[in-house]
């Protein structure tokens, strides 16, 4: 039934982003019966795989193992082209998802949320969108992904080109004509080396404006047979088991062998069979050791860099794709398809601007210290404000006014990485801290709004309206994620998994920010689940703060019977 001040409120629950985050915790609210809805930004739905359509987007994921698990109709009903899907086929298995089951109704596009805002008095959200509405709701669900909001250079001039430019995330969905083009790739990190390999033969001229270099291994993509697509879906329950097992939550595997404890014979030959095989095997079926060893990560490293070497003609050129501050698989791997080739090709050729840097853009083109270059068109392959900068982008508001940027600013904290202190009623199913940035994101992302969905099940049963993390158990959680970086080589690296990007005031590199949890899948979900059993233990429900106050409908005063359950979930 209807509680008292349900028509004082827009909806029960509101889920900021349609991504593959937003589509699945929409899917879980419907399906219970709750009203809601999804606020997206852009004109349609698929987020990550509707913005960034440059070309040689696509899958680091099996495709197979990234698809949602939640229904079998739709696994058996849907056709991987590809062992790494590519972005159209991607956004449209999204798509195909929404039309399924219906979602795309309960959605609203071109609806960019500028403020959030907890009322403590009422206990709801107030939502300011750009269109000028706003909207109210019990709950708040963030599902804005890790990487949406992209960051260009700070370089001077940048208004002064002519000709095109753009960041990858803002290519032209109409596409851009590259043929006999002089083109600018700025950056060498993950997006720019699917950039760079798929373009290459396509351009007149191509200049790669390299920082620094990233470690990259083959994706060794292949295309999915009728055969081999009814054989996956035979072994999908096989399949999800193995993901759920495995740190990253991948169908990798690591060796259980000790590292020192075979010959070096031995580690060789495991690593050419993984070099030649697909997807992350290279780095997740690997030794252990490597993630954690100074000396095991430097006899990898030194493998890795030998094969780079086999693959670029130009000794010196290979020497500068080598990267020197951080050893392999410390942070997050590109793959890649004939990435290094590309610096074969006679009309490619690669500018280190850590020997000449970037002084600015010109009407023409890129100055360096050096030289002047001309182009007709820049990409900025110049990453994104990670993890955090989708949440720092709205104006988060909690009790007391506190802002969410504000508590952020040195780093996240959080409880599990899906619920805050101080900001009620606010779930992050792939928040900073939780197991969803550093795991296949599809299979975290099914964990993290199965978590937070059975809390909102577990508030209607026990007729509990308010809900946030206690600051001990937020304080303890977040040591706990700072703690594990200790034990990982992941601590010393430039990357987007401490906070990296020298692009984002604040983020330059000398100061980790403790953005990922590093336990791996299987702790992470055991952590979760036991505090969900103990009956959410770490987390307040009706806090003082709120019981006591005379709000709508009159005084709270008597928590017992006054206790409110706006979350209508239908038997």
């Not at 029960?12 to 809805?37: N, S």
């Not at 495991?270 to 006899?299: C, H, Q, S, T, V």
């Not at 780093?411 to 900073?432: D, E, H, I, Q, W």
């Amino acid at each position: 039934m209807p509680t008292r001040d349900q028509d004082l409120i827009d909806y029960e629950a509101i889920v900021i982003g349609a991504g593959v985050c937003g589509i699945y915790q929409i899917k879980k609210l419907v399906d219970l019966g709750i009203r809601a809805t999804v606020l997206e930004a852009a004109p349609d739905l698929g987020g990550t795989w509707y913005n960034n359509r440059y070309p040689g987007c696509r899958f680091d994921s099996e495709s197979y193992t990234y698809g949602y698990s939640f229904s079998r109709e739709l696994l058996d009903k849907w056709h991987w082209r590809e062992r790494f899907s590519s972005q159209p086929e991607n956004l449209k298995y999204l798509n195909f998802v929404a039309d399924m089951f219906a979602l795309r109704r309960h959605m609203q596009f071109d609806c960019r949320v500028e403020a959030a805002h907890y009322d403590e008095a009422a206990n709801l959200w107030r939502l300011g969108l750009s269109d000028g509405r706003t909207l109210t709701a019990r709950f708040v669900v963030l599902g804005t992904g890790l990487l949406s909001i992209p960051t260009l250079p700070r370089l001077a001039g940048m208004d002064l080109f002519k000709g095109q430019s753009f960041h990858t995330f803002h290519w032209p969905h109409e596409g851009v004509e590259l043929a006999g083009k002089r083109v600018a790739v700025i950056g060498t990190g993950a997006t720019a080396i699917q950039v760079i390999a798929e373009i290459a033969d396509k351009v007149g001229e191509l200049t790669v404006f390299q920082r620094r270099p990233n470690w990259a291994a083959p994706l060794n993509n292949s295309l999915i047979s009728e055969a081999e697509m009814a054989d996956i879906r035979r072994r999908y329950d096989e399949i999800f088991a193995t993901c759920a097992r495995t740190p990253g939550g991948f169908e990798h595997e690591p060796d259980r062998r000790g590292f020192w404890e075979v010959s070096r014979e031995e580690r060789v030959k495991l690593w050419d069979e993984l070099y030649d095989k697909p997807g992350f095997g290279i780095w997740l079926a690997n030794f252990r050791e490597i993630f954690m060893d100074e000396a095991a990560n430097a006899e990898f490293s030194e493998y890795m860099a030998d094969r780079i070497r086999r693959r670029i003609k130009d000794p010196v050129t290979a020497e500068k794709l080598i990267p020197r501050d951080h050893g392999f698989g410390v942070q997050r791997v590109p793959l890649e398809t004939y990435y290094y080739e590309a610096y074969n090709r006679p009309n490619v050729r690669l500018v280190d601007i850590a020997e000449t840097p970037l002084q600015g853009i010109t009407a023409t083109g890129i100055r360096t210290s050096t030289a002047d270059y001309d182009f007709d068109i820049i990409v900025y392959a110049t990453g994104f404000d990670a993890i955090t900068g989708a949440y720092d982008h709205i104006d988060i508001r909690g009790t007391g006014g506190e802002s969410l940027r504000e508590k952020w600013k040195d780093g996240p904290s959080t409880f599990l990485g899906m619920l805050v202190a101080g900001f009620p009623n606010l779930l992050l199913p792939s928040g900073p801290q939780s197991g969803s940035a550093s795991t296949n994101y599809p299979r975290a992302i099914e964990i993290g709004v199965n978590w937070c969905t059975d809390l909102l099940q577990y508030m209607a049963a026990h007729g509990h309206d308010r809900v946030e993390a206690t600051p001990a158990a937020e304080e303890r959680w977040t040591r706990h994620v700072t703690d594990m970086y200790g034990m990982m080589l992941m601590r010393k690296a430039k990357s987007w998994f401490t906070g990296y990007n020298s692009n984002v005031p604040g983020h330059e590199a000398g100061r980790i920010r403790y953005f990922v949890y590093n336990g791996g899948t299987p702790k992470f979900v055991a952590t979760i689940g036991k505090v969900a059993a103990s009956g959410y233990e770490g987390v307040v429900f009706d806090a003082p703060g709120v019981i006591g106050r005379s709000g709508p409908g009159g005084s709270r005063s008597d928590k017992t019977s006054h206790r409110t359950a706006d979350l209508q979930v239908r038997s």
